[in-house]
Protein backbone atom coordinates (compact mmCIF):
# COMPACT_ATOMS: atom_id res chain seq x y z
CA UNK A 1 0.00 0.00 0.00
CA UNK A 2 2.63 2.32 0.72
CA UNK A 3 4.87 1.57 -1.99
CA UNK A 4 1.91 1.99 -3.97
CA UNK A 5 1.41 5.81 -2.69
CA UNK A 6 4.62 6.59 -3.59
CA UNK A 7 4.73 4.94 -6.99
CA UNK A 8 1.51 7.34 -7.34
CA UNK A 9 3.16 10.52 -6.01
CA UNK A 10 6.03 10.12 -8.09
CA UNK A 11 3.58 9.37 -11.55
CA UNK A 12 1.41 12.73 -10.79
CA UNK A 13 4.86 14.72 -10.30
CA UNK A 14 6.74 13.26 -13.76
CA UNK A 15 3.31 14.17 -15.02
CA UNK A 16 3.23 17.65 -13.69
CA UNK A 17 6.78 18.44 -14.31
CA UNK A 18 5.88 17.14 -18.73
CA UNK A 19 2.30 19.36 -18.50
CA UNK A 20 4.58 22.33 -16.98
CA UNK A 21 7.65 21.84 -19.65
CA UNK A 22 4.99 21.46 -22.43
CA UNK A 23 2.77 24.72 -21.70
CA UNK A 24 6.16 26.80 -21.44
CA UNK A 25 6.15 27.29 -25.35
CA UNK A 26 2.92 28.19 -25.70
CA UNK A 27 2.62 30.30 -22.58
CA UNK A 28 5.90 32.40 -23.99
CA UNK A 29 3.94 32.43 -26.89
CA UNK A 30 0.95 33.36 -25.78
CA UNK A 31 2.46 36.41 -23.73
CA UNK A 32 5.32 37.63 -24.98
CA UNK A 33 4.39 37.04 -29.19
CA UNK A 34 4.44 33.73 -31.41
CA UNK A 35 7.67 32.15 -32.37
CA UNK A 36 8.50 28.65 -33.86
CA UNK A 37 11.58 26.59 -32.71
CA UNK A 38 13.22 26.03 -36.30
CA UNK A 39 15.69 23.49 -36.56
CA UNK A 40 17.76 24.04 -39.62
CA UNK A 41 18.03 21.30 -42.04
CA UNK A 42 21.78 20.70 -41.50
CA UNK A 43 20.96 19.54 -38.59
CA UNK A 44 17.60 17.19 -38.22
CA UNK A 45 19.24 14.04 -39.23
CA UNK A 46 21.52 14.98 -35.69
CA UNK A 47 18.63 13.42 -33.12
CA UNK A 48 21.20 14.80 -30.02
CA UNK A 49 21.41 18.02 -31.14
CA UNK A 50 17.53 18.79 -32.38
CA UNK A 51 16.99 17.58 -28.54
CA UNK A 52 19.17 20.24 -27.58
CA UNK A 53 17.89 23.08 -29.71
CA UNK A 54 14.20 21.84 -28.19
CA UNK A 55 15.46 21.90 -24.57
CA UNK A 56 17.56 25.38 -25.09
CA UNK A 57 14.60 26.73 -26.37
CA UNK A 58 12.25 25.97 -23.66
CA UNK A 59 15.03 26.79 -20.84
CA UNK A 60 14.94 30.43 -23.05
CA UNK A 61 11.16 31.15 -22.80
CA UNK A 62 11.22 29.98 -18.82
CA UNK A 63 13.96 33.13 -18.47
CA UNK A 64 12.00 34.72 -20.49
CA UNK A 65 8.41 34.31 -18.70
CA UNK A 66 10.16 34.76 -15.57
CA UNK A 67 11.63 38.38 -17.03
CA UNK A 68 8.40 39.14 -17.73
CA UNK A 69 6.80 38.02 -14.46
CA UNK A 70 8.97 40.53 -12.68
CA UNK A 71 8.17 42.92 -14.49
CA UNK A 72 4.25 41.97 -14.16
CA UNK A 73 4.74 41.49 -10.47
CA UNK A 74 7.01 44.89 -10.00
CA UNK A 75 7.14 46.88 -12.99
CA UNK A 76 5.36 49.60 -11.33
CA UNK A 77 8.43 50.58 -9.38
CA UNK A 78 10.70 51.21 -12.03
CA UNK A 79 12.84 54.21 -11.50
CA UNK A 80 10.98 55.10 -7.88
CA UNK A 81 13.10 55.53 -4.93
CA UNK A 82 12.63 53.27 -2.34
CA UNK A 83 12.07 56.39 0.09
CA UNK A 84 8.79 56.51 -2.01
CA UNK A 85 7.55 53.19 -1.30
CA UNK A 86 5.21 52.11 1.62
CA UNK A 87 5.62 49.13 4.03
CA UNK A 88 3.62 46.79 1.56
CA UNK A 89 5.30 48.07 -1.38
CA UNK A 90 8.73 46.79 -0.02
CA UNK A 91 7.08 43.81 1.27
CA UNK A 92 6.11 42.82 -2.37
CA UNK A 93 9.28 43.94 -3.56
CA UNK A 94 11.22 41.42 -1.18
CA UNK A 95 8.95 38.64 -1.55
CA UNK A 96 9.60 38.86 -5.92
CA UNK A 97 13.48 39.53 -5.48
CA UNK A 98 13.55 36.18 -3.43
CA UNK A 99 11.37 33.83 -5.87
CA UNK A 100 13.62 35.62 -9.05
CA UNK A 101 16.96 34.70 -7.02
CA UNK A 102 15.40 31.22 -6.47
CA UNK A 103 14.17 30.42 -9.75
CA UNK A 104 16.89 32.19 -11.88
CA UNK A 105 19.54 29.57 -9.76
CA UNK A 106 17.35 27.16 -11.13
CA UNK A 107 17.26 28.25 -14.64
CA UNK A 108 21.10 29.76 -15.22
CA UNK A 109 21.96 25.83 -13.79
CA UNK A 110 20.39 24.51 -16.71
CA UNK A 111 21.58 27.35 -18.71
CA UNK A 112 25.20 26.32 -18.06
CA UNK A 113 24.38 22.71 -18.87
CA UNK A 114 23.70 23.50 -22.13
CA UNK A 115 26.66 26.24 -22.24
CA UNK A 116 28.80 22.98 -21.69
CA UNK A 117 26.55 20.70 -24.35
CA UNK A 118 26.59 23.45 -26.81
CA UNK A 119 30.74 23.05 -26.78
CA UNK A 120 30.59 19.32 -26.72
CA UNK A 121 28.09 19.37 -29.54
CA UNK A 122 30.10 22.03 -31.62
CA UNK A 123 32.89 19.89 -31.87
CA UNK A 124 31.37 17.50 -33.20
CA UNK A 125 29.34 19.24 -36.23
CA UNK A 126 30.94 20.46 -39.42
CA UNK A 127 31.71 24.52 -39.99
CA UNK A 128 27.81 24.44 -41.74
CA UNK A 129 25.96 22.93 -39.10
CA UNK A 130 27.89 25.00 -36.39
CA UNK A 131 26.86 28.30 -37.83
CA UNK A 132 23.21 26.57 -37.96
CA UNK A 133 23.09 25.99 -34.44
CA UNK A 134 24.57 29.82 -33.98
CA UNK A 135 21.85 30.84 -35.72
CA UNK A 136 19.30 29.26 -33.28
CA UNK A 137 20.92 31.00 -30.50
CA UNK A 138 19.43 34.36 -32.05
CA UNK A 139 16.02 33.07 -31.29
CA UNK A 140 16.94 33.55 -27.17
CA UNK A 141 18.04 36.94 -28.46
CA UNK A 142 14.22 37.57 -30.08
CA UNK A 143 12.51 36.45 -26.77
CA UNK A 144 14.53 39.19 -25.06
CA UNK A 145 13.73 41.60 -27.59
CA UNK A 146 9.83 40.94 -26.84
CA UNK A 147 10.03 41.56 -23.46
CA UNK A 148 12.18 44.81 -23.77
CA UNK A 149 8.66 45.81 -26.74
CA UNK A 150 6.65 44.45 -24.07
CA UNK A 151 7.60 46.00 -20.83
CA UNK A 152 9.19 49.37 -22.85
CA UNK A 153 7.67 51.55 -20.04
CA UNK A 154 10.76 49.83 -18.01
CA UNK A 155 13.10 50.50 -20.57
CA UNK A 156 12.83 54.22 -20.91
CA UNK A 157 15.05 56.39 -19.66
CA UNK A 158 14.48 58.78 -17.10
CA UNK A 159 15.62 62.49 -17.72
Not at 6 to 21: A, E, K, M, N, Y
Request: glycine share 6%.
Amino acid sequence: MKRTFQLSIILLFTLLIGVCSSNTKSEADKRLGKMEVEIPAELKSKPEVVKYIKGMSEVADDYALMIDNIFEDVGEYAGKDESELGVIDKIKLTKATAEVAVRSAEIMGKWGEYQSKRAQLEEQLSDAETEALENVWERFEQRIEQIEARHSKVFEKKE
